[in-house]
């Protein structure tokens, strides 16, 4: 893979890997990669014995998004679209619809949210692959619809970039029936 490194805690009990611990970014050498494993597994086996750690390539940085699906009692799948990483649960900036989805509606799910002007480009800064953003909550829309066995999807964070995005994380539920 070469350098920068991530290394993430790998377990179907822990869902939210940070908060315990459960990821360590940019390590650049053997030695903290080493450190970094061991640290990752010391606090997640507390959790689940059976705890795995990845290594995944540093992606570059970019503006935190998130996608998500979830199963509502009252109108079945529902998409999500906001401001991802820490900023979903800290700003709760995101917009719903009912699945399925068309273009217009995943544009306009962007247009929604407070953090709109991240998209559009602020302050010098170029404006993101909307294109690949509206493919990939078009995407997720009909990946639930041909597959309905989903209960929950989450794609957090994904990266977005002016010349398009990088899925970094994905949680996926299958419905118990």
């Given at each position: 893979?070469?350098?920068?490194?991530?290394?993430?805690?790998?377990?179907?009990?822990?869902?939210?890997?940070?908060?315990?611990?459960?990821?360590?970014?940019?390590l650049?050498?053997?030695e903290s990669?080493?450190?970094?494993?061991?640290?990752?597994?010391?606090?997640?086996?507390?959790?689940?014995?059976?705890?795995?750690?990845?290594?995944?390539?540093?992606?570059?940085?970019?503006?935190?998004?998130?996608?998500?699906?979830?199963?509502?009692?009252?109108?079945?799948?529902?998409?999500?679209?906001?401001?991802?990483?820490?900023?979903?649960?800290?700003?709760?900036?995101?917009?719903?619809?009912?699945?399925?989805?068309?273009?217009?509606?995943?544009?306009?799910?962007?247009?929604?949210?407070?953090?709109?002007?991240?998209?559009?480009?602020?302050?010098?800064?170029?404006?993101?692959?909307?294109?690949?953003?509206?493919?990939?909550?078009?995407?997720?829309?009909?990946?639930?619809?041909?597959?309905?066995?989903?209960?929950?999807?989450?794609?957090?964070?994904v990266?977005?970039?002016?010349?398009?995005?990088?899925?970094?994380?994905?949680?996926?539920?299958?419905?118990?029936?």
């Open positions: 893979l070469g350098f920068p490194v991530v290394l993430k805690v790998s377990s179907s009990i822990l869902s939210h890997k940070s908060e315990v611990g459960g990821v360590k970014l940019d650049k050498d053997g990669v080493s450190k970094a494993y061991h640290d990752i597994l010391a606090k997640a086996e507390s959790h689940d014995s059976r705890a795995q750690v990845t290594v995944q390539k540093m992606a570059p940085p970019g503006v935190e998004i998130i996608a998500g699906v979830n199963q509502d009692p009252q109108f079945g799948p529902v998409i999500m679209f906001g401001m991802g990483g820490i900023w979903v649960e800290i700003l709760k900036d995101v917009s719903f619809r009912i699945i399925p989805i068309e273009p217009r509606d995943a544009r306009d799910m962007m247009s929604e949210i407070k953090g709109r002007p991240l998209i559009e480009g602020y302050r010098g800064n170029p404006p993101l692959d909307k294109d690949k953003i509206v493919q990939l909550l078009c995407s997720l829309s009909q990946m639930v619809m041909d597959y309905p066995l989903f209960q929950e999807v989450d794609l957090n964070p990266l977005a970039y002016p010349d398009g995005i990088m899925v970094v994380d994905a949680r996926m539920v299958i419905k118990a029936d």
